[in-house]
C-alpha cells in the first residue's frame, strides 16, 4: 500500500519559516517527481513547486519563488518543501503528490498524502 503522509506544518508569525516534510512508504520516491500543492480555504487548489527525477528541473509558481526551497531526501525516502520568509497568503492546506513518469511540472500525479496545515498570522 503506497502512503505519502506530510509533517511539518503549523502556526508561524509572518516573515517565519517552515520546513514541509513528505515521507513515501510502498514506493521508492526517488524514482518520482515530487510535487507541492496548496489549497486555501474558499480557494482551488494551486501546484507551488515540484522536483523533477534525477532532480534535473525544478519549478515554482511565481508567488513563492525566492522564498520555497523543494528538494528530496532518498535515504529517507521523503522529500522536503522549505518555506522562507512565510506571508499571511501562503496560510493553506499543503499537500504533497508523488508522479511516476518523474516529470517536473505534471498533470498527472499517482500518489497524493493527506495534507498538513499552515497557518502564517501574527
Known amino acids: 500500500q503506497v502512503q505519502l503522509v506530510e509533517s511539518g506544518g503549523g502556526l508561524v508569525q509572518p516573515g517565519g519559516s517552515l520546513t514541509l516534510s513528505c515521507t513515501a512508504s510502498?514506493?521508492?520516491?526517488?524514482?518520482?517527481?515530487i510535487a507541492w500543492f496548496r489549497q486555501a480555504p474558499g480557494k482551488r487548489r494551486e501546484a507551488v513547486a515540484c522536483i523533477s527525477h534525477g532532480d534535473t528541473n525544478t519549478e515554482y509558481i511565481d508567488s513563492v519563488k525566492g522564498r520555497f526551497a523543494v528538494s528530496r531526501d532518498n535515504a529517507n525516502n521523503a522529500g522536503h518543501l522549505q518555506m522562507n520568509g512565510l506571508k499571511l497568503e501562503d496560510t493553506a492546506i499543503y499537500y504533497c503528490?508523488?508522479?511516476?513518469?518523474?516529470?517536473?511540472?505534471?498533470?498527472?500525479?499517482?500518489?497524493w498524502g493527506q495534507g498538513t496545515q499552515v497557518t502564517v498570522s501574527s
Open positions: 510502498g514506493i521508492t520516491l526517488e524514482r518520482f517527481a
Open positions: 503528490a508523488a508522479e511516476a513518469l518523474g516529470r517536473c511540472p505534471s498533470r498527472e500525479y499517482t500518489h
